[in-house]
């Protein structure tokens, strides 16, 4: 089982929809969960660190976590055109190490 | 520019070769970390510095890779003899001890490409 899975999609929505993008995780002592945005070619770029169980909102975007189930979720609202992009979902295991795990990442394509 | 700097760019190798990148984090920043992304995949771990400390090491970084951060500003990151299986992209991120739990920004990545 892979540490951090993601599905690799593409994920297409139209524009103005909610895209939800899923992980899961399998170290269940993990402690901070990250989402990052990488657009092709580009560095990953940070959106949203959530590290309680519930929603963590800011602006159009919603992390959820789920520490039970080992499960952690973006949401995207009135999705457009500039989030199509890689989103990776990475998670961090505390416990002395500072090293980020990361999935391979979901593609999304928002169309106008 | 206050982001994470990384030096060159781009590289092109050929195999056997030594290569050597450069990343400067971003200023005050204590921690600093190197990953490596290969095409379709997530980033993965190297190595992780805390001030001049290399306090974690990868097993994918073999004896071919070596790090540094000798006053803990910048970073170095070599491979020696390079093979075609070590082109990637090179990200160097960083991050605060103290401030938001092990946040780690990104800088632009070296894209090195071996012959």
């Known amino acids: 089982q892979k540490e951090v899975e993601q599905n690799s999609g593409p994920l297409s929505v139209p524009e103005g929809a909610i895209a939800s993008l899923n992980c899961t995780y399998s170290?269940?002592?993990?402690?901070?969960f990250f989402w990052y945005r990488q657009y092709s070619g580009k560095s990953p770029e940070l959106i949203m660190f959530?590290?309680?169980?519930g929603d963590k909102e800011d602006g159009r975007f919603t992390a959820q976590l789920n520490k039970a189930s080992q499960y952690v979720s973006l949401l995207i609202r009135d999705s457009q055109p500039s989030d199509s992009a890689t989103y990776l979902c990475?998670?961090?295991?505390?416990?002395?190490?500072?090293?980020?795990?990361f999935g391979k990442g979901t593609k999304l394509t928002v169309n106008p | 520019d206050t982001g994470v700097s990384q030096d060159p760019r781009h590289k092109i190798t050929k195999r056997g070769q030594n290569v050597t990148f450069r990343c400067d984090p971003i200023?005050?920043?204590?921690?600093l970390y190197w990953y490596r992304q290969t095409l379709g995949q997530g980033p993965e771990f190297l190595t992780y510095?805390?001030?001049?400390?290399?306090?974690?090491k990868s097993r994918l970084l073999s004896d071919r890779f070596s790090a540094e951060r000798p006053k803990g500003s910048f970073s170095t990151l070599e491979i020696q003899r390079t093979e075609q299986g070590d082109s990637a992209m090179y990200l160097c991120?960083?991050?605060?001890?103290?401030?938001?739990?092990?946040?780690?920004?990104f800088g632009a990545g070296t894209r090195l490409s071996v012959l």
């Open positions: 991120a960083s991050s605060h001890r103290g401030l938001a739990k092990n946040i780690q920004y």
């Open positions: 170290d269940r002592g993990s402690q901070s």
């Open positions: 959530i590290y309680s169980n």
């Open positions: 990475a998670v961090n295991r505390g416990g002395g190490s500072e090293k980020l795990v």
């Open positions: 200023s005050e920043h204590n921690r």
């Open positions: 510095f805390q001030n001049e400390a290399q306090l974690e």
